[in-house]
């Protein structure tokens, strides 16, 4: 149900192709970079694996792999997909199939990873650990000086999806935050430009959300006034995912709850960076 493609560049048919495949007029998929926002939408809509997110942008990865008929076309919010019709390396069912199945093989051995390394060191957070104690931090947020110390903007402890409570204090807001675990380790600023006393969960969208996890955001959604959340993601494809798992979610609360994206990138830039 909560799936999503684990796409990767790592393909050997990107080294061969010229050698390979001959060039023909046909139609094939094209991306306007400067409409691209980078969210993952289009990727997930290829059935044959042809697109991914490459250094915040939407790629074809290869020629070999887009059929051009332009599935995803109507999943790309900002408009920056369209159909062309030029020179490009012929379309080939088979190797798209044999794509697909590295693709299929790949996301299997990161499943088997992750469960083989809950197995061995992870334990249950349903005990009752003494980290996973409801605090909050109930300072108001002030502004640093601009050459001082940037104060935490931390409201809360804890702040792992996985340890808070659904019915903690901090969470009776009308907005929350739900952040990347790595987000704030590549965004210099975070706490003044993000956090500033709001409450949150952080996860990793790829190896963190299990089923307990999305049953959890589903309860603090429902017991709580929240009428809007901010995603705030790294750039990597993966981190797609938590839109997907929201979608369901949202569909079962009988509350209008807006969602709004915001994207950093790799080298830590904000390059979706909405309404702060």
């Known amino acids: 149900m909560f799936g999503i493609k684990n796409i990767t560049c790592c393909n050997l048919f990107l080294h061969m ?16 970079e400067e409409l691209c926002t980078g969210c993952g939408n289009c990727v997930v809509a290829c059935a044959e694996g042809a697109l991914a997110i490459i ?44 794509h697909l199945e590295r693709m299929k093989q790949q996301e299997e051995d ?10 061995e060191g992870t334990h249950s957070h349903s005990c009752n650990c ?43 807001q009308e907005e929350l935050l739900i952040i990347a675990d790595c987000a704030p380790v590549a965004f210099g600023d975070f706490h ?10 952080t996860t990793c969208p790829m190896l963190s959300l299990k089923e307990q996890d999305l049953q959890k955001l589903e309860d603090i959604l429902r017991a709580n006034p929240i009428k809007r959340i901010e995603l705030i993601l790294m750039e990597v494809p ?22 709004e994206e915001k994207i950093i990138s790799r080298d830590g830039k904000l390059i979706k960076p909405g309404a702060v």
């Open 17 to 32: 192709t010229q050698a390979n495949y001959k060039k023909v007029k046909r139609k094939i998929i094209k991306i306007d």
């Open 130 to 172: 003494p980290s996973s104690q409801p605090i909050v931090y109930d300072n108001p947020w002030e502004e640093g000086a601009v050459s001082g110390e940037i104060p935490s903007a931390l409201r809360q402890w804890p702040a792992k999806l996985t340890l808070v409570a659904p019915t903690a204090p901090y969470f009776n």
């Open 238 to 259: 993966c981190c797609q995912k938590i839109k997907l798992f929201l979608e369901p979610i949202l569909s079962k609360i009988d509350r209008s709850i807006t969602v």
């Open 110 to 119: 990161i499943d088997s990873t992750i469960k083989q390394a809950l197995s």
């Open 55 to 98: 250094d915040g942008k939407a790629k074809v990865i290869n020629e070999v792999f887009c059929d051009g008929l332009g599935a995803c076309i109507g999943e790309c919010p900002e408009g920056a997909l369209t159909i062309e019709e030029r020179e490009a390396l012929e379309f080939d069912e088979e190797a798209v199939d044999e």
């Open 192 to 201: 003044r430009t993000f956090m500033k006393g709001k409450p949150l969960v």
